[in-house]
């Protein structure tokens, strides 16, 4: 009799590990959500000349892994095609491109990158990543808030950082009397949970 019901013991047991192992799987599945690039924004607001001129990226994307429930395993890597910056003024674009600025043709994307996160209640996060622009690697942290229903999420939050501290300002660039040092980047993603 022993001998027959351990065949059926060991097959319970596998089937049971099988569930457990399914259901890590799901659970790690929830954590990862697909960025929506056509509802998504990411913008930016400098200064030129005493006034204020917002501006933002039309190319960018966003490996997000996040669940208020499991912090530690969370993780974003946002990837921005520098050459897409967009100020709604054609002459202005060229120039953030240059050599002295963003310097495109040598640096073509930055690269943001959060595995360390703060539950500061309400929705309400924060972390701290870093950011490598023109090859220059610093940490910048971020606030955002994140709501989720019915499997779709939206990601709001800022960041405040000096674009001089990226080498974004050589030559006469430098000068934070024509362009201030200050940039405040905002960003707006609208996710779906990952199929």
């Not at 967009?86 to 050599?99: H, L, P, V, Y």
């Not at 963003?102 to 309400?124: C, L």
């Amino acid at each position: 009799m022993k001998s027959s019901r351990t065949p059926h013991r060991l097959a319970a047991r596998l089937v049971l590990g099988c569930a457990v192992g399914l259901a890590a799987m799901v659970a790690l599945a929830a954590a990862q959500w697909s960025l929506q690039p056509k509802e998504s924004k990411l913008t930016f607001v400098g200064e030129q000349a005493g006034a204020k001129f917002e501006g933002g990226f039309d190319k960018f994307s966003a490996d997000i892994r996040f669940d208020p429930k499991d912090l530690a395993a969370s993780r974003f890597d946002v990837k921005i095609d520098t050459a897409s910056v967009n100020t709604q003024d054609g002459e202005r674009d060229q120039t953030i491109k240059s050599a002295d600025l963003f310097d495109v043709k040598r640096f073509p994307s930055a690269q943001y990158v959060a595995d360390k996160f703060t539950d500061k209640g309400g929705n309400k996060y924060s972390a701290t990543g870093k950011l490598t622009l023109r090859n220059v690697t610093k940490d910048v942290p971020i606030d955002f808030t994140f709501e989720s229903k019915d499997g779709a999420a939206w990601l709001k939050g800022a960041a405040k950082l000096k674009r001089l501290d990226f080498g974004v300002g050589q030559g006469e660039w430098k000068d934070t009397s024509t362009v201030g040092n200050d940039v405040e980047v905002r960003f707006s993603l609208r996710l779906k949970g990952a199929s």
